[in-house]
């Protein structure tokens, strides 16, 4: 039996996709432990890309059982459509679970967002503006609704007209915003019940089931360990725990049933949205760097902050989810530089910080300590072997494991399932 729980190291963005695709191959589970569809994963198979953003990835392997945990939120419509995608493009769908307790994006969650985030005018926080961290909200609050009310159509109506009455309140009294038709929402999310329900499982028995019978399980994370609600540059995070710990409480394994903690972090950083991000380069190389990553969002299309290697940010993730194998991926990308920076810690205030301090402001103020390589102005995607590469860039590539305090074990040099370079296969 082995358990093995993926996080991004990172600001998210970090390739978990790829990796998720990667490891499926040698796993029989694969369950999503938190997030919704404002994440987004995107795998390359055989030529073909595919876009995931509440659907695991591990999808693509027709034998790995793969289930939306209880840590997700779910917008039903969302849901179906990316199923109706996959389906229509030959992928097998059959073997998806939904579990019944996670919670469900209702209507009204993404206009609260959107009005939400413009009335903090200037010190909006960049979501998605897709109801997640409304949805959480509610779910914190006690007042959400389950993908299994589905099931239950009589307790949906009594429950939504509770519901209905709060949220339109907030919507025309705060916000002066149009009120929701309850009949409306019902009538939609009764339309989803019938073709979501063949998904629906009290998924409980069945991961325990598997524990106990020594199944190979992957716990896959959204986001990264930068936006977690607790530990991440607050308020500029999500609204879930894109950490180990997040994927133990979304998956309903114990942490004592934990056997490897992965790392999945860029060979450079990206931010999306708002938020201190010490190493940006706001700059022509930094523009040159996303053209070349082609950094913009999965879910969004948005543009991407780029900055160099933050190794304090990743010393960071590394020790606060126990982290002991890294993936890096998109080395490529820096194939053309003639020198490479990787920050090793902040200085703020006449003070050497070797992590991120929770002070927003002086995270955002700091002044990055950095150490210098050379580049290796060689092109790395035909390498297919760890000691393919050039002797510059497995230097980078140790630095970053050391200064993160852990050996990266895969480094990705390309978009394709044939760019991965496994050195010891991460499970």
Known sequence: MSVTILVGGQWGDEGKGKVVDLLAESVDMVVRSQGGNNAGHTVVANGREHRFHLIPSGILNPATLCIIGHGVVVDPSAFLQELERHQASGIDTRNLVISERAHMVMPYHPVLDKLGEEMRGDDRLGTTRRGIGPAYEDKVRRIGFRIGDLQKPVFLEKKLR??????????????????????????????????????????????????????????????????????????????????????????????????????????????????????????????????????????????????????????????????????????????????????????SKGELWDHPMANISHLKHCEPVYEDFPGWQTSTREARRYEDLPAACRAYVERVGELCGATVDVVSVGPDREHTLVRRLPL
């Open 162 to 347: 509770f519901v209905l009455r709060l949220k339109n309140e907030t919507l025309t009294k705060l916000y002066g915003a149009e009120p929701f038709d309850e009949r409306a929402i019902l009538d939609e999310y009764l339309g989803y019940a019938e073709r979501i329900d063949p998904y629906i499982r009290d998924v409980y028995p069945i991961i325990q089931g598997a524990l106990t019978e020594g199944r190979r399980i992957l716990l896959e994370g959204a986001q990264g360990v930068m936006l977690d609600i607790d530990l991440g540059t607050y308020p500029y995070v999500t609204s879930s725990a894109p950490t180990a710990g997040g994927a133990c409480t979304g998956s309903g394994i114990p942490p004592s049933r934990i056997t490897r903690t992965v790392g999945v972090f860029k060979a450079y950083a990206t931010r999306v949205g708002y938020g201190p991000f010490p190493t940006e380069l706001d700059d022509a190389l930094g523009e040159s760097i996303r053209t070349i990553g082609d950094e913009f969002g999965t879910t969004t299309g948005r543009a991407r902050r780029i900055g160099w290697f933050d190794a304090a940010a990743g010393r960071y993730a590394v020790s606060s989810n126990g982290i002991d194998s890294m993936v890096l991926t998109k080395v490529d990308v820096l194939d053309n530089l003639d020198a490479i920076r990787i920050c090793t810690g902040y200085e």
